[in-house]
Nanobody, 125 residues
Framework: QVQLVESGGGLVQPGGSLRLSCAAS????????IGWFRQAPGKEREGLAC????????YYAYSVMGRFTISVDTAKSTVDLQMNSLKPADTATYYC??????????????????WGRGTLVTVSS
């Protein structure tokens, strides 16, 4: 069973930055594409970014393109999400997940095998 653990959330002012980490086993990173999605209270899940295990291709939702960057840290066995220029609208619980297919910004529509418990990000002054 895939285990994913998110960390790095917290309170940040508008315009600030946070770096989220998703801890996973080496096998998970080798065989699965990893994606980040978020969910705010009363709203649907929103796929943010994914990174392919095959060739490292990255895909981003339009809402975060240019502000968020997904990357794999093989030394730490994590998939990180660097978030810059944060806005109050980015407030949500952020989750990482194993993606069935990471081939577009709509990766979440292809389904997910599992996800972690999430980490809360609050953007507020």
């Amino acid at each position: 069973q895939v285990q994913l653990v998110e960390s790095g959330g917290g309170l940040v002012q508008p315009g600030g930055s946070l770096r989220l980490s998703c801890a996973a086993s080496e096998d998970t990173l080798e065989y699965y594409a990893i994606g980040w999605f978020r969910q705010a209270p009363g709203k649907e899940r929103e796929g943010l970014a994914c990174i392919s295990s095959n060739d490292g291709s990255e895909y981003y939702a339009y809402s975060v393109m240019g502000r968020f960057t997904i990357s794999v840290d093989t030394a730490k066995s994590t998939v990180d999400l660097q978030m810059n220029s944060l806005k109050p609208a980015d407030t949500a619980t952020y989750y990482c997940a194993t993606a069935y297919i990471c081939d577009s910004a709509n990766w979440i529509d292809n389904g997910m095998d599992g996800w972690g418990r999430g980490t809360l990000v609050t953007v507020s002054s």
